[in-house]
């Protein structure tokens, strides 16, 4: 089995910054993609940003400039580093990552508040 758990999210002013952890656990051969996607409520889990075992990133429009995706693949973690944040970027914040099997898992979820 494998499990993601996130941690890092909170209450922050608008523009400040928060960086997310989601480090993956249990047995998988590899992890081939990780990426954060985040929920406000009444909307769609979105995807935010994605990052390939090769360092390949994508990122929606709404956070490029201000959010950067990035791996650990010896730590089998991703990192979600957060900058300028805005009210509408207050969401539950999910980690996803897809192994060789190839399996998508999620994690739990870890809330971000932006907000004075």
């Known amino acids: 089995q494998v499990q993601l758990v996130e941690s890092g999210g909170g209450l922050v002013q608008p523009g400040g910054s928060l960086r997310l952890s989601c480090a993956a656990s249990g047995t998988f051969f590899s992890i081939n993609t990780m990426g954060w996607y985040r929920q406000a409520p009444g909307k769609e889990r979105d995807l935010v940003a994605g990052i390939s075992r090769y360092g390949a990133t994508t990122y929606a429009d709404s956070v490029k400039g201000r959010f950067t995706i990035s791996r650990d693949n010896a730590k089998n973690t991703v990192y979600l580093q957060m900058n300028s944040l805005k009210p509408e970027d207050t969401a539950v914040y999910y980690c996803?990552?897809?192994?060789?099997?190839?399996?998508?898992?999620w994690g739990q979820g870890t809330l971000v508040t932006v907000s004075s």
């Open positions: 996803n990552a897809v192994t060789s099997t190839p399996l998508a898992v």
